[in-house]
């Protein structure tokens, strides 16, 4: 029997999503020129990218412009429609709904995450002028998840530097067994959680590393991308080690079943339920907005422009998005890991060798560009806090580049056909090295030799943290001026492919909460939300979703922690019979006997 407070969720999710549909209505009216504040004011961004410029804004330690300022701005433009018009009357009701997100739900919780940890040490603009400090503070949550990768790390021997090559020949499918549980191979798994990671928001991201902090910061988005490899290991190996799988052979794991029933067996059961429970409400309202809405209407906002159909009537490409995203999720995660391991290689394709053909065309400025990396990666000549503003700045990037320790991995690499736990967690810290160690550091190397971040004609671009804007001027000023609509199709299937991985996140979530049979409804919630995206313009809601999937990291880490010990004992056993060769026997067993 379902909790009573379940019910009442359930009740909350439709409910909004029904006035969510109502105010949206003004928007199918706006144009390019006069674009919903929710795309004026936040980068492109994939679901990770939860960091919009008021999180940017925060993490610099600087003020966030007050909802009231946007409230104001938005009701005048709401007055000059006719009072009695029912536009009038939706967009004061979404002026209401906006204003009493932004105060009483995403202040507070932004207060908590973003939480200053530890400040500069200067703090006098006399002193910030002397020292060079480009940062401020440390947030908590980027303190969070920074610690979480430090002591994973150490705590499972550095199985992100010595599992690195056994990764690669798991998901090669060396040692893929069609008949063990789960419903999708090692790489589908791999290929649905990169898809919810791997996307604009991280080229952008690196970008406006680059620009706030120099070409040092890239290391340090190396080296936080490195460590997050130990991150996603643990919490993929627990997804797997408490997972379960109903008579039809689906799976249900993650974050929500591992904090549960792990620390259920360590006698924490009151803490490990309502742990668990505050994940999966978090993950499912992340799903909605940031993982879904949040994707169509960035994605929106980079090409409705250049497609005047869409610019005149934005809704067609909510309502496109939604049948696309619909046939893909219908049939679960085994669809949704047969595109994404379409989808996923072929993104990662285009934009490597569009990069690689940009730094052989510039290679005489490719060993300058590698030099700056490391040499103002630890330079003094601005002082202490030139160095520490550096590395901040690279990693509060990189933390929120691959949702290591966000908790929503685990839950697509539960599915994943194996009945050795640790072998998925190896697969997965492949995860943290190609989306921000490989890709990021691509676009870094692109940035720096076409010099983008040192021209004039891009100050303002960087002032304003537009980083993807950044990156799409570095490539058409190393490359050619068509890889500009290289990175408008790349944007499109970005936002598509996260929808469809993050639908899976939620659904599951959901399930949890209210038994198999409610899959349906979340998948038709889901479908609303992603048609809205399209237009609505609630800034603070849209932003709300995203500090959910800051938040989750906190439940998740939490447990992350109390069970490594149950990991670090997989692992051992496992990594014994892998260096006996026991692995590879069974291995060349099965494939001798079924390719005959």
Known sequence: ???????????????????????GRPAMSQTAADPPAAVTDAPLADSNEADSDETEAAVAGEAVEPVAAAIESETAEANSVEPDSDAAVASNWQERVDAFFGDYVVSPIASVIFFDFWTGPWTDSEGVEHSGWLGG????????????????????????????????????????????????????????????????????????????????????????????????????????????????????????????????????????????????????????????????????????????????????????????????????????GRVAGAIVPFMCAAYMLSALYILITNAGNLPTAVASIFQQAFTMDAGIGGFIGVMVIGIQRAVFSNEAGVGSAPIAHSAAKTDEPVSEGIVALLEPFIDTVLVCTTTALVILVSQA???????????????????????????????????????????????????????????????????????????????????????????????????????????????????????????????????DRLADEYHAEHDK
């Open 137 to 336: 503070s440390i947030p908590f949550v980027v303190a969070w998840l920074l610690a979480a990768g430090l002591f994973l790390t150490l705590r499972m021997a550095f199985i992100n530097i010595r599992g690195f090559w056994h990764a690669l020949r798991l998901t090669a499918g060396h040692y893929d067994d069609p008949t063990q549980p789960g419903e999708v191979t090692h790489f589908q798994a791999l290929s649905a959680a990169l898809s919810a990671t791997v996307g604009l928001g991280n080229i952008g991201g690196v970008a406006v590393a680059i620009g706030l902090g120099g070409p040092g910061a890239t290391f340090w988005m190396i080296l936080v991308g490195l460590l997050g490899m130990s991150t996603k290991f643990a919490e993929c190996t627990l997804g797997q080690l408490y997972r379960t799988v109903d008579e039809r052979g689906h799976v249900l794991g993650g974050p929500m079943r591992y904090i549960n029933s792990g620390l259920t067996e360590l006698g924490l059961k009151p803490l490990g339920v309502a742990l668990g429970f505050i994940f999966a409400v978090l993950c499912i309202g992340a799903s909605f907005g940031g993982g879904n809405a949040y994707q169509i209407n960035q994605s929106l906002a980079a090409i409705r422009g250049s497609v005047p159909v869409i610019d005149a009537y934005p809704w067609i490409y909510g309502l496109v998005m939604s049948l696309l995203v619909g046939v893909v999720i219908v049939g679960g995660i085994r669809s949704i």
């Open 453 to 583: 971040h040192v021209d004039p004609a891009n100050a303002e671009i960087i002032e304003n943290r537009e980083g993807a804007a950044l990156t799409l001027a570095a490539f058409k000023a190393g490359g050619h001026e068509w890889f500009g609509y290289l990175l408008y199709v790349a944007v499109v299937l970005f936002a598509f492919s996260t929808c469809i991985s993050w639908s899976y996140y939620g659904e599951r979530c959901f399930v949890q909460l209210f038994g198999a049979a409610s899959s349906i409804i979340y998948k038709i919630i889901f479908l609303i939300f992603t048609f809205l995206g399209s237009v609505i313009t609630a800034t603070n809601v849209l932003d709300f979703s995203d500090l959910m999937i800051l938040g989750m990291s906190l439940p998740n880490l939490l447990g992350v922690f109390l069970l490594s010990g149950v990991v670090r004992r997989a692992l051992t056993e496992y990594w014994n019979k892998y260096e006996s060769g026991e692995l």
């Open 1 to 23: 029997m379902k909790p009573p407070f379940a019910s009442v969720f359930l009740w909350i999710c439709v409910a909004t999503a029904g006035i969510a549909l109502f105010n």
